[in-house]
């Protein structure tokens, strides 16, 4: 089991942060993911991982939409925070550095554009959106095939969080 040294535990969560599944309760929450399909079975293992920690929060209403890419992602999830429906958004998308500038365009488009739609709806919008230099450290981000650690779990557990206190100051 990893130790997170720079998540304590916050007051009154039941388990210690670092231990796999800490536990909010999310009962009642609507959330949303957007997933690229881009590096499809890194993306696939980092929304399953999500999905698991949320179902661990109580969390059962779970609406998962694909876009192509990760740069598609600010503006699908704008989109469903348009709707009303969700009380928080998890974007995930994967991004590997490849010969050209793409991945230093996207990766600062991507990050500017779910900053911006934090702040502007005043939802979370969980930026689950793994830069990598290679596959190797995707897929070890990402657990797959039992490798490092699914960081889509975190991702999950820190929406719910993050919901959590949003409702507390609405
Ligand atoms: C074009 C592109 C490239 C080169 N690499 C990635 C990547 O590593 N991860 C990812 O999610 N998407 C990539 N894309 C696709 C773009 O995000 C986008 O879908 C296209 O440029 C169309 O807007």
Redesign the pocket.
Same mark, same amino acid.
């Given at each position: 089991k990893r130790k997170i040294e720079n998540a304590p535990n916050p007051d009154g969560a039941k388990t210690i942060r670092g231990l796999d599944l800490p536990t909010f309760d999310g009962a009642g929450l609507h959330i949303g993911i957007v997933s690229?399909r881009?590096?499809s079975v890194v993306c696939e293992n980092l929304v399953a991982g999500a999905v698991e920690a949320l179902k661990s929060c109580n969390v059962t209403d779970i609406t998962t939409e694909y876009?192509? =890419?990760?740069?598609?992602i600010p503006q699908a999830a704008q989109v469903m925070l348009e709707s009303g429906k969700f009380d928080g958004i998890i974007c995930i =998308?994967?991004?590997?550095k =490849?010969g050209?500038m793409?991945?230093e365009y996207?990766s600062e488009a991507v990050t500017q554009g779910i900053m911006r739609l934090n702040l502007d709806y005043k939802r979370p919008v969980i930026y689950g959106i793994l830069g990598c230099l290679n596959e190797e450290q995707a897929k070890e981000r990402a657990g797959v095939d039992g490798a490092g650690h699914n960081s889509g779990k975190d991702w999950g557990i820190t929406a719910v969080e993050s919901c959590l206190l949003t409702k507390k100051y609405s």
């Amino acid at each position: 089991k990893r130790k997170i040294e720079n998540a304590p535990n916050p007051d009154g969560a039941k388990t210690i942060r670092g231990l796999d599944l800490p536990t909010f309760d999310g009962a009642g929450l609507h959330i949303g993911i957007v997933s690229a399909r881009w590096n499809s079975v890194v993306c696939e293992n980092l929304v399953a991982g999500a999905v698991e920690a949320l179902k661990s929060c109580n969390v059962t209403d779970i609406t998962t939409e694909y876009v192509a =890419g990760s740069y598609e992602i600010p503006q699908a999830a704008q989109v469903m925070l348009e709707s009303g429906k969700f009380d928080g958004i998890i974007c995930i =998308g994967c991004l590997i550095k =490849g010969g050209t500038m793409h991945f230093e365009y996207i990766s600062e488009a991507v990050t500017q554009g779910i900053m911006r739609l934090n702040l502007d709806y005043k939802r979370p919008v969980i930026y689950g959106i793994l830069g990598c230099l290679n596959e190797e450290q995707a897929k070890e981000r990402a657990g797959v095939d039992g490798a490092g650690h699914n960081s889509g779990k975190d991702w999950g557990i820190t929406a719910v969080e993050s919901c959590l206190l949003t409702k507390k100051y609405s």
